[in-house]
Structure formats: C-alpha cells, structure tokens
C-alpha cells in the first residue's frame, strides 16, 4: 500500500505493508489526513519516530460497530489493565502507543490499524474536511477540562493552527482572549471570529493575564509567556519543540507561576462543537494534496503562511 515513512528522511512509499489486526484492532482505510506541527517536529526529530507518519484522519472502518462508516480514533492506544488506566488516564498510560507519534504507525497511508474503542463515528451532517479537524480541536479543548473557567483574561501565543483552535474555544467557554502573532493574515482569521489580536512586534508585555497558552511550537513560547502572565497565575503549553530549551526559572517560583501540560483532549466533545458550529476551522484549511505529493504538501506546510494542509487518500 501507499503510505509516507519517516526514517532519518521523510518518504513516499508504495510498498508500505500493513500488519495483521491484533485482537480488539480495526482496518481503517484512510480518507483525508491532516498534516500538523507535531508531525512537523518528528521530523526533526522528536520523540526519535520511525515509522508512518500521521495522527489527523478520517476513515471507513472495515470492521467492528462501525463498518462502512466514517470514522475519526482517539491516537492513544491504551493497555486498559494499568493502574492509570483503571484511574481513567488512559492517555498516561506508561505503555501505551500513539498513532503516528510513538511505536505506532500512523494515518498518511491507504489504511492504519486502531483500537476499535479508540474509534468514533462522524456525523452524517459533518463534512470529511471539518472531521479532519476532531484531534486538535480535541486538544484545544483539553484546556477546559484541566482548568474551572470563569471569564478570565486569556493571552494565546502563536495564530498558526492550534491557537486558532484554542483562542475559539477559550471564548465559546467565556474567556476574555487575545491571540499574539507574527504574521497579519493568520491574525485576521482569528479577528474575523470576533477575537482580540495583537501583532508581536507591537506587544507591550505586562504580567496581566490571569492565563497564558503558549502554541508557539517554539523555545521562545515559554520566556515569553513569563512575561505576560500575572503573579499566581496559570501558563498552559500546548506545543512540543524537538530544540533543547534552556531558561531561567526563577521568575515560575518568585511569581508562583502554575505551568500545566496539555495535550490531548476529548474527541465526542470536539465532535459536537464540529457539529454545532461553536467552532470554525473552514478558514483554516490552506491547501490539499493527493498522498503521493506529500513531500511537497509538508513542503507547503512549513511556510509561514500556512496553516492546514490535508492529504487526500481515499
């Protein structure tokens, strides 16, 4: 089958050889796939992945509750016999592999294996380019799961994709957000939606916002966030960087700053705000490409202009 490996270079393949289902595991056959900056940074490394490379898909379960329908999977793949596990933390689960992240191959392929209780059916009134949305949008809404919002003042580091979804999000659930950025045309999306925005050379730092959500995707996200947020107040990183980062920490204890990991979030509860309109990623979609143009597709994905790039495979 066609798929796109990574091994110390990224590759178009079409012998790729899709292993036998293990016991609970579902033949999806891939429809579209999202390219997304996680995917970005294993192939600069992170997480030292080989292997096919995407967590972002919609498919057609061949087999299960679900066969013949359209599908979106939750990328952790869980042992469900593990203390954290019983404790319902199944995303932590020590051995657990991850869809195109860890020991996992992923969804830039003709068909992946998943777990058939990591799947969920999409909506018939949902396109396959709003599905294609359900994982990050999943992991902007992680935030009002790990956090009690009340209107506070919100500051999203980095207009790209991810704070997008995560400055929509923030203000469905009545936080006051104001999303800090580098390039004018991906800020003018998110003040079309009504959002606060503010170029980052015209920012004036002041340790005012009661939360700050760093999506840089870069080792200047955290300092940054220092910078802004109040004494006692929160910083949410949402990104990963496969660069070192080295910084003072000082100002966490002197200020007692809460730093939070975020990472993945809930699929039905992303699925719904799809559904419903709540949040609006039509505007995100930058390009698409067929599967074998995918080299040029994460070409396309890393300038700086863009922000989704999807894959048609089926």
């Known amino acids: 089958m066609r798929a ?7 590759r178009f393949t079409q012998d790729a050889v899709l292993g036998e289902p293990r016991p609970g595991e579902v033949v999806v056959d891939v429809l579209q796939a999202g390219i997304c900056e996680t995917d970005l940074q294993l192939c ?17 379960a061949r087999s299960g509750r679900f066969a013949g329908q359209r599908v979106v999977g939750e990328i952790n793949c869980a042992c469900n016999s593990c203390d954290l596990c019983a404790q319902g933390l199944q995303n932590h689960c020590p051995d657990r592999t991850v869809i ?15 777990p058939e209780r990591n799947l969920l059916p999409v909506p018939d009134s949902l396109s396959t380019e709003q599905a294609v949305f359900t994982e990050p949008v999943a992991a902007a809404c992680r935030i009002p799961q790990q956090l009690r919002l009340s209107g506070e003042s919100v500051t999203v580091l980095g207009a790209g ?31 079309d939606a009504g959002i606060e925005t503010v170029l980052l050379d015209r920012l004036q730092p002041e340790q ?57 979030g ?8 799809l559904q419903k309109g709540q949040v609006n990623v039509e ?14 597709a994460f070409e396309q994905a890393r300038r700086k202009d863009t922000l989704k790039v999807l894959l048609d495979i089926g």
């Open 100 to 114: 195109g992240i860890l020991n996992h191959d992923g969804a830039f392929a003709d068909s992946l294996l998943v």
């Open 161 to 191: 994709r991810l704070g997008n979804l995560c400055a929509q999000v923030l203000a469905f659930h009545g936080c006051r957000v104001r999303v800090v950025g580098k390039h004018e045309q991906k800020l003018r999306l998110i003040a």
């Open 4 to 10: 796109v490996i990574f091994q110390d270079e990224l």
């Open 44 to 60: 600069r490394g992170y997480m030292g992945f080989r292997g096919t490379l995407g967590h972002e898909f919609v498919g057609v």
């Open 208 to 264: 005012c916002a009661d939360i700050v959500v760093d999506c840089t995707g870069s080792p200047t996200g955290l300092p940054l966030a220092l910078q802004l947020v109040r004494p006692c107040g929160t910083i949410v990183l949402k990104t990963t960087v496969a660069d070192s980062q080295t910084m003072q920490m000082a100002p966490v204890v002197i200020d007692e700053v809460r730093i939070l990991g975020s990472r993945c």
């Open 283 to 296: 505007p995100l979609l930058s390009a698409r490409y067929p599967l074998q143009d995918a080299l040029t």
């Open 266 to 273: 809930p699929f039905d509860v992303a699925l719904q705000m």
